[in-house]
C-alpha cells in the first residue's frame, strides 16, 4: 500500500502504535466518516454520566463528539485531536495507559487480526473534571474500521465517569468479544499490587456472560431471550452470582465487579 505523508498529532501512544506496524499503519490518511453507531453501543454499557467520539488513527484526530463531553471535563470546545483527551488524563495513570494498550494490543495479535473489528478493550483511569477535580473513568474502545490489509483505522472511544461508584482502579485491561464473539480476557498492569478476586467471587463463563448483560442494563426476561434459556435459568444465575460476590443488589454486584476487573 501507498504511504501518504499526513500530518500526525503526536501523544504517548504514537510511540506504541508505531511499534506496531502489523496493526497500524499510520500514514493511511482516513475520511472522518461516521462508524455504525448502532452496531457499536449494542456492545457498550453505561455505568453514568458518558460520552463518545470517533478516533482516526492516522493522524490521532476526533470526529462524531457526543456533546458530554463539554459540560463532563469544563471543556469550552470540542477536541480536535487524541492529545487534547490525553491531557486530561491524571499524570500517574500515564503510564498506566501506555501499559494497557501495549498489552491489549498483544492479545488482540493472539486472537488474530482478523477478530479486531469484533473485539472490545476496556479499562479505567482518572480524567480531570468540570469541577476541577481527578475522578475515575470507564475507558471503552471498539475499532470500527480497517485497511484492506488489516491494520486499525478507526475506533469509537466510549469514557464513563463510575467515581459514583468506585474509586478504586483495578489497573486491569478486559478484552471481551462483541458482535457474537465471547472472548474473555483479564491482562493485569503487574507494576501495581493487585487484589486478586477471591475463590467465593470466582464466576463460571456463563455467569460472567450474564453479569456482563446485567451490566448492560438488560432485564431477566431479555437475557433469556438473548441467550436462549429460560427466565427461570437467568434469575438462578442472578442469585448465584449476588451470593459468590457476596453483595446484597445489582448496585453493590456492579461496583464489586467494577473493582475486581470483571466488567
Not at 77 to 95: A, F, K, M, R, V
Not at 151 to 164: D, G, M, P, R
Not at 239 to 247: A, C, G, H, L, P
Request: glycine share 4%; hydrophobic share 35%; proline share 4%.
Amino acid at each position: 500500500m501507498a504511504k501518504n505523508n499526513i500530518s500526525a498529532d503526536v501523544h504517548v501512544l504514537t510511540k506504541v502504535w508505531k511499534s506496531e506496524p502489523e496493526l497500524f499503519d499510520l500514514d493511511v490518511p482516513v475520511a472522518q466518516t461516521e462508524p455504525p453507531l448502532e452496531s457499536v453501543f449494542a456492545d457498550y454499557f453505561s455505568l453514568g454520566p458518558y460520552y463518545y467520539y470517533v478516533l482516526s488513527l492516522p493522524g490521532s484526530t476526533l470526529s462524531h463528539h457526543h456533546k458530554n463531553i463539554l459540560d463532563m471535563h469544563g471543556l469550552e470546545e470540542l477536541p480536535q485531536t487524541l492529545s487534547e483527551i490525553i491531557d486530561l488524563i491524571h499524570p500517574d495513570d500515564l503510564q498506566f495507559v501506555v501499559e494497557a494498550e501495549k498489552m491489549s494490543y498483544q492479545k488482540v495479535r493472539e486472537i488474530g487480526l482478523s477478530h479486531v473489528l469484533n473485539l472490545k478493550t476496556s479499562y479505567c483511569f482518572r480524567m480531570r473534571t468540570g469541577k476541577d477535580t481527578y475522578e475515575l473513568f470507564h475507558h471503552q474502545a471498539i475499532h470500527t474500521l480497517q485497511s484492506d490489509d488489516g491494520s486499525i483505522l478507526q475506533a469509537v472511544n466510549i469514557h464513563t465517569n463510575i467515581q459514583h461508584i468506585t474509586g478504586k482502579n483495578p489497573y486491569t485491561v478486559l478484552i471481551t468479544g462483541v458482535g457474537g464473539r465471547t472472548d474473555f480476557h483479564q491482562l493485569q498492569y503487574k507494576a501495581i499490587q493487585h487484589e486478586s478476586a477471591p475463590d467465593y467471587c470466582k464466576l463460571t463463563a456463563r455467569e460472567t456472560e450474564i453479569l456482563l448483560h446485567i451490566a448492560h442494563g438488560h432485564s431477566a426476561v431479555e437475557i433469556a431471550k438473548m441467550l436462549h434459556i429460560s427466565e427461570h435459568t437467568v434469575k438462578s444465575h442472578r442469585k448465584n452470582i449476588i451470593d459468590k460476590m457476596q453483595v446484597r443488589n445489582s448496585r453493590d454486584l456492579i461496583r464489586k465487579a467494577v473493582e475486581l476487573a470483571i466488567i
